[in-house]
């Protein structure tokens, strides 16, 4: 992960907002572009001079658009937008949430639309270079005129309200700013629209999302395989003659990655060698998954496209010929659609992975496997209550993965009629690629537990590779155990990638 993310607003990766959200990277201010914001910031004062009436500059907002402003009190209006709009509820987004919307808003408020001061820039950066973060609060936004509440929050201890969180300690905003260094600002005309009329909570949750489900699709498929070779799975079924008349890219990938993860494993079987086929939790591994991939390739490519686009309003451009004009760019329709795609793929791949972990416990399906995993059942439960775990955590899946962005309710009488809520969508699927990397972290522990009732060393080379970071940490089961520490830490080997990791030291790059 990089140390440093220099910022332009046109080149930030999704890596790079885990960098800094995550990992704490320091950011930077591209060369170049600090001749663009006040470009920008010209432009407005120019208008202002010029006594023109522009949209939240110098009018009210939303359903007051009408109402005019005097200019000995446009320094009080943006003030007023920020401690109104802070009215979010319930819990505190984590630090990693908060720090990832405060990059995403310095990104896109730097590309020299938004009419910013340079001093309101630098406060942001400030704050993330040394760890100012704001308290902001999980729900209240609709995800239309932008995340207002959630990012209205974010803007308070820039001004000195609210509360942040500094060095560990939860404090008044202003006296985390004090302590860190960094001097508040006052908000001029244009100031505060520019800093809270964006998608960027949603963003966040979306971006983090995004990156953790990116590596989760191919942890899939290494546990997928484990599991596969732990049952004798046939291998016919990922020939790539199959999948070549049916050659959707993500079920090519996927078959391609279960093909090299089972290279010379002598514990698969072939077609009609000891059955003639596999349930559908083994056999349409590829379509499964690679359908998930497909729908994951598009929101993917939204979330990429967003990160890097402009979202307030009224929008300044300050060219030739020059214009603010008011438009709709801070609705959250295209990240609220994918961002509840997001969170059914997810679901598939834990209902999916949820059902093998039922194969592998089930002595009725698994194949001579001992019933739940253990030798002396009965007076060892072995691994029968884990499968309840994933089938309570896919059920609760289902119902976070209705779609948010399917409901609208008008907001500021009736100005704003239509609205995307694709925060509640974004937040959702956060939560269900958690559910989904237990699921699949439950289904890594039943799988190696199963291959020590075969021959492990007839495994495959990229199952073998799972199995034996597995049993880096966790033991053999032999009797019952206290077992959540155990599904602790095959979940921080999901979670971290550390499983990908290993895997791939092994077989190389997989799809």
Same mark, same amino acid.
């Given at each position: 992960?990089?140390?440093?993310?220099?910022?332009?607003?046109?080149?930030?990766?999704?890596?790079?907002?885990?960098?800094?959200?995550?990992?704490?990277?320091?950011?930077?201010?591209?060369?170049?572009?600090?001749?663009?914001?006040?470009?920008?910031?010209?432009?407005?004062?120019?208008?202002?001079?010029?006594?023109?009436?522009?949209?939240?500059?110098?009018?009210?907002?939303?359903?007051?658009?009408?109402?005019?402003?005097?200019?000995? @009190?446009?320094?009080?209006?943006?003030?007023?937008?920020?401690?109104?709009?802070?009215?979010?509820?319930?819990?505190?987004?984590?630090?990693?949430?908060?720090? *990832?919307?405060?990059?995403?808003?310095?990104?896109?408020?730097?590309?020299?639309?938004?009419?910013?001061?340079?001093?309101?820039?630098?406060?942001?950066?400030?704050?993330?270079?040394?760890?100012?973060?704001?308290?902001?609060?999980?729900?209240?936004?609709?995800?239309?005129?932008?995340?207002?509440?959630?990012?209205?929050?974010?803007?308070?201890?820039?001004?000195?309200?609210? @509360?942040?969180?500094? &060095?560990?300690?939860? +404090?008044?905003?202003?006296? *985390?700013?004090?302590?860190?260094?960094?001097?508040?600002?006052?908000?001029?005309?244009?100031?505060?629209?520019? +800093?809270?009329?964006?998608?960027?909570?949603?963003?966040?949750?979306?971006?983090?999302?995004?990156?953790?489900?990116?590596?989760?699709?191919?942890?899939?498929?290494? %546990?997928?395989?484990?599991?596969?070779?732990?049952?004798?799975?046939?291998?016919?079924?990922?020939?790539?003659?199959v999948h070549l008349v049916r050659p959707h890219?993500?079920?090519?990938?996927?078959?391609?990655?279960?093909?090299?993860?089972?290279?010379?494993?002598?514990?698969?079987?072939?077609?009609?060698?000891?059955?003639?086929?596999?349930?559908?939790?083994?056999?349409?591994?590829?379509?499964?998954?690679?359908?998930?991939?497909?729908?994951?390739?598009?929101?993917?490519?939204?979330?990429?496209? &967003?990160?890097?686009?402009?979202t307030d309003n009224p929008l300044i451009f300050?060219?030739?010929?020059?214009?603010?004009?008011?438009?709709?760019?801070?609705?959250?329709?295209?990240?609220? %659609?994918?961002?509840?795609?997001?969170? %059914?793929?997810?679901?598939?791949?834990?209902?999916?992975?949820?059902?093998?972990?039922?194969?592998?416990?089930?002595?009725?399906?698994?194949?001579?496997?001992?019933?739940?995993?253990?030798?002396?059942?009965?007076?060892?439960?072995?691994?029968?209550?884990?499968?309840?775990?994933?089938?309570?955590?896919?059920?609760?899946?289902?119902?976070?993965?209705?779609?948010?962005?399917?409901?609208?309710?008008?907001?500021?009488?009736?100005? &704003?009629?239509?609205?995307?809520?694709?925060?509640?969508?974004?937040?959702?699927?956060?939560?269900?690629?958690?559910?989904?990397?237990?699921?699949?972290?439950?289904?890594?522990?039943?799988?190696?537990?199963?291959?020590?009732?075969?021959?492990?060393?007839?495994?495959?080379?990229?199952?073998?590779?799972?199995?034996?970071?597995?049993?880096?940490?966790?033991?053999?089961?032999?009797?019952?155990?206290?077992?959540?520490?155990?599904?602790?830490?095959?979940?921080?080997?999901?979670?971290?990638?550390?499983?990908?990791?290993?895997?791939?030291?092994?077989?190389?790059?997989?799809?």
């Amino acid at each position: 992960m990089k140390k440093v993310v220099k910022v332009n607003g046109s080149s930030l990766t999704i890596e790079d907002v885990v960098a800094v959200a995550r990992f704490n990277a320091k950011v930077e201010l591209a060369d170049g572009q600090e001749e663009i914001i006040l470009k920008s910031r010209k432009f407005v004062e120019d208008a202002l001079d010029a006594g023109e009436a522009i949209y939240g500059i110098n009018t009210g907002f939303g359903k007051f658009s009408t109402v005019s402003i005097s200019e000995k @009190e446009l320094d009080l209006l943006q003030k007023n937008l920020i401690i109104s709009d802070a009215c979010g509820v319930g819990e505190n987004f984590d630090t990693e949430i908060v720090r *990832a919307m405060m990059v995403l808003r310095l990104n896109s408020i730097i590309k020299g639309f938004s009419g910013v001061l340079m001093s309101t820039v630098n406060c942001l950066m400030e704050m993330l270079n040394k760890g100012v973060h704001p308290i902001i609060r999980s729900k209240g936004s609709v995800g239309a005129s932008g995340d207002l509440c959630p990012l209205a929050h974010m803007v308070l201890p820039m001004i000195g309200l609210g @509360e942040a969180e500094f &060095e560990g300690e939860v +404090l008044p905003g202003k006296e *985390a700013m004090k302590k860190a260094g960094i001097d508040t600002i006052t908000l001029k005309a244009k100031e505060g629209l520019a +800093l809270i009329n964006g998608t960027q909570a949603m963003m966040a949750n979306a971006t983090l999302a995004v990156y953790d489900t990116e590596k989760l699709l191919k942890q899939a498929d290494i %546990i997928a395989s484990l599991t596969i070779d732990s049952l004798g799975g046939i291998i016919d079924a990922f020939d790539e003659r199959v999948h070549l008349v049916r050659p959707h890219k993500g079920q090519l990938d996927t078959a391609q990655n279960i093909r090299n993860l089972l290279k010379d494993s002598k514990l698969v079987t072939k077609q009609g060698e000891v059955r003639m086929q596999d349930s559908y939790s083994l056999r349409c591994i590829p379509q499964v998954h690679g359908g998930s991939r497909l729908a994951f390739d598009y929101v993917k490519q939204t979330i990429e496209t &967003e990160i890097n686009s402009v979202t307030d309003n009224p929008l300044i451009f300050s060219g030739e010929d020059g214009a603010c004009i008011s438009g709709g760019n801070f609705h959250g329709q295209p990240i609220a %659609i994918a961002a509840d795609t997001l969170g %059914i793929l997810v679901s598939e791949i834990a209902n999916i992975s949820e059902r093998r972990i039922e194969k592998l416990v089930n002595p009725a399906l698994s194949h001579g496997l001992p019933a739940f995993l253990v030798k002396h059942g009965g007076v060892n439960d072995g691994f029968m209550i884990p499968q309840y775990v994933a089938a309570a955590l896919v059920s609760e899946n289902k119902v976070l993965a209705h779609p948010a962005c399917v409901d609208s309710i008008p907001t500021s009488a009736n100005q &704003e009629d239509h609205v995307s809520m694709g925060t509640i969508g974004a937040r959702k699927a956060r939560t269900i690629v958690d559910h989904a990397q237990h699921v699949l972290s439950i289904e890594l522990l039943c799988a190696a537990q199963a291959a020590d009732f075969r021959e492990v060393e007839k495994l495959g080379k990229g199952s073998r590779a799972a199995y034996d970071l597995v049993r880096e940490s966790v033991d053999f089961m032999e009797n019952d155990v206290v077992f959540y520490p155990e599904m602790d830490k095959t979940f921080e080997m999901v979670k971290s990638g550390k499983l990908l990791d290993k895997v791939e030291e092994v077989v190389g790059k997989l799809n």
